[in-house]
């Protein structure tokens, strides 16, 4: 079975840039997750989605993140226009069921942004 | 709101050592549950383990093992004769009514 998919694997913008970062969850998955994490740290979570509807966004900073899961499979981050402070790597991890369940998260292998 | 304490930033040990990963959590909720991640440095999260708040048997698979001790709000994962290939950042992370909450992580490094 396929692992969650992330592209691209590293990016280096300068700040104001915009950026863009992929995910493709394991098949079948119904809930998708968009994680920050912060050099030594743990991760963070920005935003999920369940199908194509979101269930929770209450960290994502919405003047300069937004994402979308249009067809409830893959999805996009995008971050505009992007600051120093977004240096991080970006995890999207996908569930097989939403909250309240025993769901297990599984995580693909992230994009490092470097942010000049 | 969650919280977990992970107080080991880094831990040193020499190969074929054992070595115990500490994990302090917090939370109101009264069914959560409790996971291990692994993160080599290839940057991806593995997943080791969950444990459900109503079953404190620990668990053994090959080398690891955990152990729940709700009255002590501990789950603490044990690598029996550690290989260089354990070396990486360790995560616990906690999960209750609603979102994942990591802890900061130990790094694990086992030398030859």
Known sequence: EAGVAQSPRYKIIEKRQSVAFWCNPISGHATLYWYQQILGQGPKLLIQFQNNGVVDDSQLPKDRFSAERLKGVDSTLKIQPAKLEDSAVYLCASSSVGQGDQETQYFGPGTRLLVL | AQKVTQAQTEISVVEKEDVTLDCVYETRDTTYYLFWYKQPPSGELVFLI???????????????????????????????ASQVVDSAVYFCALRGYSTLTFGKGTMLLVSP
């Not at chain 2, 501990?74 to 029996?80: D, Q």
Request: no cysteine; glycine share 4%; aromatic share 20%.
């Open chain 2, 50 to 80: 969950r444990r459900n708040s109503f079953d404190e048997q620990n668990e053994i698979s090959g080398r690891y093992s955990w152990n729940f001790q709700k009255s002590t709000s501990s789950f603490n994962f044990t690598i029996t």
